[in-house]
């Protein structure tokens, strides 16, 4: 028996993979090397696209209460004015103050209840690509075994074995840093101001302390310059302490430790995304240092990019080249992702060197089509693909998200194409009925920020199609992006 995907790694790339397929009607098989999820993380929030990536299909519900609202962002912690971003084409959510291994959980709840099987204690261990699938070896806790699959999927991070055995390559560079994350007991009535929030030290490195329960405070530390441990590597609870007082002038008025770990990172982004009928996403197609949340969000963004179009490769209705417009659309913000960290690591290291760039940086930031600029691209939410090839009219909102609507992030909730008439029927979009069964239909009001009387949504939220008196070309996209309509 074949299975339709396999996915390798069941943290929130994989997961979030699996429910976009499971909507789809493709029941995905998981398999994750460790025996339980990780009960840490370095990660403490999501970003702005995450949110409304997860919100567009439900699965905000059950996570807002667990976090806090994060109306800030920054670039390499030079603080942005979200605030001040006013324009109805920028209104969004905001970013969220949670950890990841609450948002792993809400995953795993909704896979669970989608039927999909999660098996953990499972590593792959070597795979062979042929016409018609993926044969993969497994090793599990009863033994090795075969495992056939249509397609396979990449989702384990960035040591992925499976771009390791699939032969795809990792361009990119290591950044010589120490990063140790940790909780420690005490009492928040004690606590010195500056060991709240985060902030850059003068001393050429990064903190971050957040309450994560009535008497637990999260910390991270980073300092920039020292020799990388191995993520394995024990941390001694003082080194932990020394590194918060080190970066913040002030010692932690306890020293109860409740667990600490390294972590570790490099820069780089796979040579390709496909190779046949091999995927990669998340981290194990691109990686680079887990600041602002950029890195899950970049990682979510792959998932409900590829599953809908796995799904319709699966289900016979594709489009030709369709599984090709992923490495086409990711592969290029995975890299400008990449770049984006590797500019922020260069404004905080050296100290001697930097002090004067982050100043002038500093200033420039402030100005308001800078500010802008910078809100949106580490908010994840100025991510635009390149759609002017598809035969369809260019437009300011094509390849784009839009901005944030309720009634439109539910009508996403199903993972299908949504045309949306804002015109009240004034536009004949019967065009569109054939495709029925691919895409819903909904009319609303118009929208503040939305310059469209029609238009055209995939299953992941981008635009597809912009209605033009100028242009009659909705069949043309319906085609691209659903297949032919008998399909």
């Known amino acids: 028996m074949s299975e339709p995907v396999v996915i390798i790694g069941a943290g929130p790339t994989g997961l979030l993979l699996a429910i976009e397929l499971a909507l789809a009607g493709v029941r995905p098989v998981v398999l994750d090397r460790k025996d339980a999820p990780p009960p840490h993380s370095p990660g403490q929030a999501i970003n702005v696209s995450t949110v409304e990536l997860l919100d567009q299909r439900g699965l905000m519900d059950g996570l807002r209460d667990k976090g806090l609202p994060l109306p800030g962002a920054h670039f390499s912690l030079v603080w942005l004015a979200p605030d001040k971003l006013d324009a109805p084409e920028d209104r969004h959510d905001s970013s969220l103050l949670v950890p990841q291994s609450a948002v792993e959980a809400r995953l795993a709840e909704r896979v669970a209840e989608l039927g999909v099987e999660v098996r953990r204690g499972y590593e792959l261990t070597g795979l062979a690509q042929g016409d018609n699938g993926v044969v993969l070896q497994v090793a599990g806790p009863d033994g090795a075994y075969e495992l056939h699959s249509t397609y396979l999927v990449g989702a384990d991070g960035d040591d992925s074995t499976v771009r ?281 009001a118009p929208v503040d920020g939305i310059d469209a009387r029609a238009l055209l949504l995939r299953p992941d939220g981008h635009v597809a199609w912009v209605w033009s008196a100028e242009a009659d070309d909705l069949s043309t996209a319906l085609k691209t992006w659903f297949g032919a309509p008998d399909a």
Not at 192 to 199: E, I, L, M, Q
Not at 207 to 212: D, I, R
Not at 372 to 377: C, E, I
Not at 415 to 432: C, E, H, N, W
């Open 164 to 444: 390791r055995l699939a032969g795809i390559g990792l361009p990119g560079s290591d950044w010589s840093f120490s990063g140790i994350v940790g909780d420690v007991r005490l009492d928040f009535g004690t606590l010195d101001p500056s060991h709240f929030g985060a902030r850059y030290a003068d001393v050429g490195g990064m903190y971050s302390g957040t309450p994560v329960g009535p008497d637990t405070l999260r910390v991270i530390v980073t300092e920039f310059g020292d020799e990388p441990w191995s993520s394995d590597d024990p941390v001694p609870p003082n080194e932990l302490l020394t590194g918060v007082e080190r970066l913040t002038g002030k010692a932690l008025p306890s020293d109860q430790v409740l667990w600490a770990s390294r972590f570790i990172s490099r820069s780089g982004n796979a040579e390709r995304y496909r190779h046949g009928r091999v995927f990669l996403a998340g981290d194990a197609a691109h990686t680079f240092f887990p600041l602002g949340g950029l890195r899950i969000g970049t990682s979510a963004q792959d998932a409900v990019n590829l599953g809908w179009k796995l799904a319709a490769e699966l289900n016979g209705w594709a489009p030709p080249g369709l599984l090709d417009t992923y490495q086409a659309e990711r592969r290029p913000e995975g890299e400008r992702a990449r770049i984006a960290l590797d500019a922020q690591l260069a404004l905080a290291h050296p100290p001697t060197r930097v002090a004067g760039i982050r100043a002038v940086f500093t200033e420039l930031a402030a100005q308001p089509d800078v500010n802008r600029r910078l809100v949106r691209q580490v908010t994840g939410v100025d991510v635009r693909h390149p759609f002017a090839e598809s035969g369809v009219a260019d437009h300011p909102l094509l390849g784009a998200r839009l901005p944030l609507v309720a009634d439109i992030q539910r009508l996403l909730h199903p993972a299908k194409g949504v045309l949306i008439d804002f015109s009240a029927g004034a536009v004949d979009l019967t065009a569109a009925k054939p495709w029925a069964e691919r895409v819903d239909s909904a009319s609303l």
